[in-house]
C-alpha cells in the first residue's frame, strides 16, 4: 500500500516537471518568433527607409494634402475646424459660410472631393439675394409742372368722368372716351371717330401715342367679382401695349364718391367707397406687374374718410367744371418719369 501511495505521487511530481518543460518551450518559442518578427521590421525600416518616406502632415497650400480623418467620420455640423482645402487657407471660425441669412443647403454634406472648394463659398445661391429694384417707379411722382405741350402726343382713355375732362379742363389733348364705357366694353365697342373704329383698329389708323391714360373703374362697382376688374384692366393693358408697344401708359385711380351718394341704398349695397379702396389698391399692383404707372389722383379729391369732397362734385360722382381743371393740373405737376 505504501509503494503505490509513493508510485502515485512520483507520477504526479513528473506530470508536473513535465507541463512545466512544455511550457517553457512554448514560451521561449513565443519569444524567438517575436523577437525574429521584430528584427525583420527594423531590418526593413533601414533598408527602405530611403525609398518608402513617413508620411507628413499635410501642409497648407500644397496640392496633395489630404483631409483630416475627422472629415470622413463626422458631419461638419459636428466638427469644429472646417476641413482644410488645398487652395484656400482653412477656416478657423466657427461659422458658416456668408451666402445669406441660411448656410447654403451643401454645408449639410460631407464633401465629395477635397482639393476644390465649394462654389457655393464664392458664389452665394441666387435665392439669398435680395430682389432687385423695379425698373421704374410705378406710383408717378410729383415733379417739374410742364405746360400743355407736353400732352399733344397723349391719349386719354375713360368713362364719362373722362369726357368731363375733356370738356371743361382746357387741356387740349386726344381723348378715345365715351359715357357708360366700362373696363370691359372699350376693349370690344366701335366707338371712336366716326368709322367708330375698336382700340385695337384705330391703333392701327394712328399708333403715334407716346403716352396712354387710362381712367374706368367707377362704372364697373357693381361688379361681384374684383378678380373679374383685375382680369379686364389686365386685358386692356395689354391692348395697349400691343397696339402702342413704344407708349408709356399710366392707370389712373379711380375717384370715390361723396359720402352721401356711397352711403345711398344703391351703391353701398355695391360696397360704396370701400369697394373704391379695394379696387384702387389692386390697380396699383397691377401696374407694378405689367410694368406700367400709377397715378393716384384720388390723393386730392378725397378727404380724411376716403370719401370724394362734396363740393368737388355736382352730383356726387362726376367732377365739376373748377374741379375738372384741379384734376389737369395734377396730371401736369405729375409728368410720367
Known amino acids: 500500500m505504501s509503494n503505490f501511495k509513493n508510485y502515485k505521487r512520483n507520477k504526479e511530481a513528473a506530470l508536473r516537471r513535465e507541463n512545466r518543460q512544455r511550457m517553457v518551450a512554448v514560451f521561449t518559442a513565443l519569444a524567438i518568433c517575436l523577437t525574429i518578427t521584430w528584427a525583420v521590421v527594423e531590418f526593413r525600416s533601414v533598408l527602405f527607409r530611403d525609398l518608402d518616406p513617413e508620411p507628413t502632415a499635410p501642409q497648407l497650400g500644397t496640392t496633395n494634402a489630404v483631409p483630416p480623418i475627422s472629415v470622413i467620420t463626422a458631419p461638419p455640423e459636428t466638427s469644429t475646424n472646417p476641413p482644410v482645402t488645398t487652395t484656400n487657407p482653412p477656416v478657423t471660425t466657427t461659422d458658416p459660410p456668408v451666402t445669406g441669412t441660411n448656410p447654403p443647403e451643401t454645408s449639410t454634406n460631407l464633401p465629395e472631393t477635397s482639393t476644390n472648394p465649394p462654389e457655393t463659398s464664392t458664389n452665394p445661391p441666387e435665392t439669398t439675394e435680395p430682389p432687385a429694384p423695379p425698373v421704374q417707379l410705378v406710383t408717378v411722382p410729383e415733379g417739374e409742372r410742364v405746360d400743355d405741350s407736353y400732352f399733344a402726343d397723349a391719349l386719354f382713355i375713360g368713362d364719362s368722368r373722362t369726357v368731363g375732362l375733356n370738356y371743361w379742363s382746357g387741356l387740349k389733348t386726344n381723348y378715345y372716351c365715351e359715357q357708360g364705357l366700362n373696363v370691359s366694353t372699350v376693349q370690344t365697342k366701335g366707338y371712336i371717330g366716326v368709322e367708330k373704329l375698336t382700340l385695337a383698329e384705330a391703333f392701327k389708323k394712328d399708333g403715334s401715342f407716346t403716352k396712354v391714360y387710362l381712367a374706368f373703374g367707377i362704372n364697373e362697382i357693381g361688379w361681384p367679382s374684383t378678380d373679374n376688374f383685375i382680369k ?41 367707397n370701400e369697394k373704391v379702396a379695394e379696387y384702387n389698391e389692386r390697380l396699383r399692383a397691377l401696374a407694378e406687374e405689367m410694368g406700367v404707372y400709377y397715378a393716384n389722383v384720388v390723393e ?22 373748377a374741379s375738372t381743371k384741379k384734376w389737369a393740373e395734377y396730371l401736369r405737376t405729375h409728368p410720367l418719369p
Open 300 to 321: 386730392i379729391f378725397s378727404d380724411e374718410n376716403g370719401d370724394l369732397i362734396a363740393e368737388d362734385s355736382t352730383d356726387g360722382i362726376h367732377l365739376g367744371v
Open 232 to 272: 379686364a384692366y389686365r386685358s386692356l393693358i395689354q391692348i395697349v401695349k400691343d397696339g402702342l408697344p413704344n407708349a408709356s401708359i399710366c392707370v389712373q385711380s379711380i375717384l370715390p364718391m361723396s359720402k352721401t351718394t356711397a352711403e345711398t341704398e344703391r351703391y353701398s349695397a355695391m360696397g360704396g
